[in-house]
């Protein structure tokens, strides 16, 4: 006769890992908390907020619940949520780091639509920056090419043209002697050396006088670069451009046959670090298809700019 099976009890935790546990959930909740009622105090845009849930579902702002995350927007109530998810196809139990593709669009759609309603600001100074090869100049080239109200600003660089490219257009191309002399005489709004090679810079009139006259720009530069125009220009909106994955990143450097293959290593090194860089921007496009990212960019510029950083 076999013996009577006893049921078999799962060990209490000890006290101690409850404890942690308690206070790694309040700490989340607190961590929420901010992000919401940073959006209603429209301290972040709430593009931000998607931006960052998209890049890290599991970070705080990839915890949030879409519902909870759409009623910490200004002038959205229950019943405006509940119409936005239906009219977006989006389910109220999901959360923001888990939206599929479409349905983070939509939602994309859905915020800057009511963003550009709340008041458009005109007059202002946005920064396309990314690693290299993310495709920074094939996204505002197509920028200019299909969205004539946008003025890209042209930067000036001492280094040699590629081809295709034409000077006045994709850049002004000069000489040190001349870029010295831009410097001396503070035309350039910024200026760096890149990779250890060429310098290049901002002419800073274009850009001043399009501003005072209420028009906005597009600056496509390097992250030393933007860094320094936000230094000099608090209020300039910051958008950093990002490969699908590092392997594409990889394989549009090689692929596009410009750089030696010391040069290549070199950019990829650096592009490690550029894109560790990436929180320091106001939002992030993903560069998986040129048309698409150039319509997120130019859909990022027409929506109010938030609150310069203290």
């Known amino acids: 006769m076999s013996e009577p099976r006893t049921a078999s ?7 101690v890992d409850r404890r942690a546990a308690s206070q790694a959930a309040v700490a989340a909740r607190r961590a929420r908390a901010a992000v919401k009622a940073a959006i209603a105090a429209h301290e972040v845009s709430p593009l931000t907020v998607l931006d960052k849930a998209t890049a890290e579902p599991e970070g705080v702002e990839g915890r949030l619940r879409v519902t909870e995350f759409l009623l910490s927007v200004p002038a959205i109530g229950t019943t405006k949520m509940k ?13 923001l780091g888990g939206l599929g593709r479409h349905q983070r669009l939509r939602l994309r759609e859905f915020l800057i639509e009511r963003e550009s309603r709340s008041g458009r600001q005109k007059n202002q100074l946005v920064v396309l920056a990314g690693p290299t090869a993310v495709g920074k100049g094939t996204v505002s080239t197509y920028i200019r090419e299909n969205y004539p109200d946008v003025l890209l600003s042209v930067s000036a660089t001492t280094r040699a043209p590629r081809p295709g490219e034409v000077d006045g257009v994709n850049y002004y191309f000069v000489d040190d002697a001349e870029f010295d002399r831009m ?23 274009p850009i001043e006088r399009a501003l005072e006259a209420g028009r906005s720009v597009l600056l496509e530069i390097d992250l030393q670069g933007a860094r320094s125009v936000r230094a000099a220009m608090p209020e300039a909106r910051l958008i950093f451009l990002l490969p699908p994955t590092w392997e594409e ?4 450097l090689i692929g596009r046959g410009t750089e030696s293959a010391a040069e290549q290593q070199r950019r990829l090194e650096t592009a490690k670090i550029e894109l560790a860089a990436q929180d320091e921007f ?7 298809d ?21």
Do not use: C, F
């Open 9 to 15: 009890l799962r060990p209490a935790p000890p006290e």
């Open 83 to 95: 119409d936005a998810l239906e009219r977006l196809a989006i389910s109220p139990a999901k959360r």
């Open 183 to 205: 410097i001396a005489d503070g035309e350039l709004l910024e200026w760096a050396t890149v990779h250890n090679a060429s310098r290049y810079g901002t002419p800073r009139t």
């Open 249 to 252: 990143l990889v394989r549009r």
């Open 282 to 288: 106001d939002h992030r496009v993903v560069n998986t």
């Open 290 to 310: 040129v048309a698409e990212a150039a319509r997120e960019v130019v859909d990022l510029m027409k929506i109010r700019t938030a609150p310069s950083r203290p």
